[in-house]
């Protein structure tokens, strides 16, 4: 026996038409410790300044003996300079 298979050429619709994501936040807060937010601090070229202001709050609550000055740190200079250049 034989079965015949209609074959159409027809675009996908989910993949070319994606909705842009609404709520596309970092939640630092869930974060395990503070190398994880330093990490993800790393990419902050792609981040909106509430991402931004969120990771910084989060890193200076970690830090509760203040045993590291976070204004010199490479990857935290690096999103305040940038936190600097959007809001003057």
């Known amino acids: 026996m034989r079965v015949g298979i209609k074959v159409q050429n ?25 190398n994880e937010v330093l990490i993800n601090l790393e990419n902050c070229d792609n981040f909106g300044t509430s991402e931004l202001i969120g990771g910084l709050l989060e890193l200076s609550r970690r830090d509760k003996n203040r045993e590291h000055d976070w204004t010199t740190h490479p990857i935290s200079e690096r999103c305040l300079k940038k936190l600097k250049k959007v809001q003057p």
């Open 10 to 34: 027809v675009p996908l619709y989910g993949l070319r038409f994606q909705p842009t994501p609404i709520k596309d936040n970092l939640n630092f807060k869930a974060m395990g410790c503070g």
